[in-house]
């Protein structure tokens, strides 16, 4: 009988402690847990701008067009989008610290070049020999991989001229290649310029989904089958892809980009595009719009918008290769934050974005870096804000 009231203790200490035990939620990366982000609006912190004149490593520091934060190691990369003109295609890692009101300190660290799989540095134009195997590259977008913080993912936007196709490439964070991702054949180059991507509007944005398996990508610009590119009175469609890790196509949705915001000079350009994507949730993704104008003296404006994209939403147009003789249903996107609508001075070439350490109040930080594209009238700026939740 004691031996039976032992067990009904026992039985009921059990059940208590199942009932009673908390839930918890466990991240599917090697990332500690963690909440998921949100987004309604950003709050402007402040921009810090790094000299035209500034070297790093016997290096001109210029073109940059991709950031992306390590919450780990607390470092920063940076890759210049510079095809070897200046210097071989490279990436630095920097210390870049700011509370809620201001920066306290930029300062560069390493500086990694970016290697062909020959081990060779990446050649320019002038110096590329078409009978060889090596490629010229035009890096835009860097990512650490969050399951893996040794290897970096970087994109190049191609050249139709020279034969090449955009890629994904996966290398150490030395800069050492690892693996060459393919790209979707919708976006590949044809000989008769009537298909594939358009020339320097082409790989630009690039992220790993929240949980680290798989990988988006963004077009700047409609691919030359898809659509005409935006004007002052309309937008277009462009495409975000998902991939996984060995480079298959999971899903594909359409992107319509807004009308170009302002009216160019006559006889002046204007344009519009993604200049970079970054995973929110595992619904949602933040989209960097930037229309760059020229007005009647040949000087550039900059308008830049931040939306809240839903994935879910939208036709999956994986399979179709024409948008122009479709009718697909572009993804969902919401306007969160329109730059030049914030007292934040000068705007320049914007074309990369991270998200940074959290703040004291324990909302995300956000930090975009501007491309002075190696032109002394144009600016490098990092420009931080805080995400409101």
Do not use: C
């Not at 630095?92 to 081990?119: D, S």
């Not at 170009?260 to 970079?276: L, M, R, T, V």
């Not at 104008?293 to 839903?310: A, L, P």
């Amino acid at each position: 009988m004691k031996q039976f009231k032992r067990l009904m203790i026992l039985s009921f200490a059990i059940n208590a402690f199942f009932i009673s035990a908390p839930t918890y939620t466990y991240a599917s990366s090697t990332d500690d847990i963690k909440s998921e982000k949100t987004a309604t609006r950003l709050n402007y912190i402040d921009t810090e701008t790094i000299p035209y004149n500034k070297s790093f490593n016997d290096t001109k520091v210029g073109g940059l067009s991709g950031i992306s934060y390590d919450a780990k190691s607390k470092k920063w990369l940076m890759i210049s989008d510079d095809r070897s003109e200046e210097n071989p295609a490279r990436f630095y890692e920097a210390q870049i610290h700011y509370n809620k009101h201001k920066f306290n300190k930029v300062k560069f660290t390493r500086m990694h070049y970016l290697t062909q799989a020959n081990g060779t540095k990446y050649p320019n134009k002038a110096s590329y020999n078409p009978h060889s195997q090596d490629v010229v590259v035009d890096p835009e977008s860097i990512r650490i991989d969050p399951l893996n913080r040794n290897h970096i993912l970087y994109t190049s936007e191609g050249d139709r001229n020279l034969g090449f196709n955009p890629f994904i490439r996966i290398a150490s964070r030395t800069g050492t290649l690892i693996n060459d991702l393919q790209i979707n054949n919708p976006i590949k180059k044809d000989n008769q310029n009537k298909y594939g991507f358009r020339n320097n509007q082409a790989l630009e944005g690039s992220t790993f989904s929240e949980n680290g398996k798989y990988i988006w990508t963004s077009m700047e610009a409609p691919l030359l089958q898809d659509d005409q590119l935006p004007t002052t009175e309309s937008g277009a469609l462009t495409r975000l892809t998902k991939y996984n890790r060995q480079g298959d196509v999971i899903t594909e949705k359409a992107y319509s980009l807004d009308p170009i915001p302002k009216k160019p000079g006559k006889n002046k350009d204007a344009e519009n595009g993604i200049a970079e994507i970054l995973t929110l949730n595992q619904k949602q993704l933040l989209v960097l719009e930037r229309a760059t104008v020229q007005d009647k003296n040949s000087n550039f404006k900059n308008y830049i918008r931040v939306y809240k994209v839903d994935i879910a939403s939208g036709t999956d147009i994986k399979n179709i290769k024409y948008l122009q003789k479709s009718h697909v249903a572009p993804v969902k996107k919401q306007l969160i934050a329109n730059l030049n609508e914030q007292d934040i001075g000068h705007i320049d070439n914007i074309e990369g974005m991270s998200f940074g350490p959290k703040l004291p109040n324990g909302n995300d930080s956000l930090v975009f870096i501007s491309d002075n594209n190696f032109n002394q009238k144009q600016q490098t700026n990092l420009t931080a804000f805080e995400i409101k939740p």
